[in-house]
């Protein structure tokens, strides 16, 4: 018996927030403590592009500790998400090549000094 195709689902782009911790060589900057990352993924769905985009950063040598998926451009503009053409263009992007692209990153700091306290090394 041929075994049946099963039709191909099309791809997707999914917004995600990814939270990255500290590891060698991740490229972050010197004093920073980790650092978000405002993601967009392609994927036939959500869970293939959180599993495509970790496997990414960590083949970066970056240290992901959370995510926070947003859904596609349809559901967040059905949410009310104000989306810049900037914004568009890059979920285009990342559909056009079947990638992940990183939109933004941002450093996190801890305060090094405590309250009333000496400095911490």
Do not use: C, W
Request: avoid cysteine; glycine fraction near 8%.
């Amino acid at each position: 018996m041929a075994k049946e195709k099963k039709p191909k689902r099309p791809q997707q782009v999914f917004t995600l927030l990814i939270e990255v911790g500290r590891k060698s060589g991740d490229g972050l900057p010197k004093k920073a403590s980790g650092a978000a990352l405002m993601i967009y993924a392609s994927g036939v769905d959500e869970a293939e592009a959180v599993r495509e985009t970790v496997l990414i950063l960590k083949q970066a040598d970056m240290a992901p500790l959370d995510v926070t998926g947003y859904g596609t451009l349809e559901e967040r503009e059905a949410q009310g998400h104000d989306i810049s053409d900037d914004e568009r263009a890059l979920m285009q992007r990342a559909l056009d090549e079947n990638s992940v692209v990183v939109a933004q990153m941002t450093p996190f700091y801890e305060d090094r000094k405590p309250a009333g306290k000496g400095r911490i090394n």
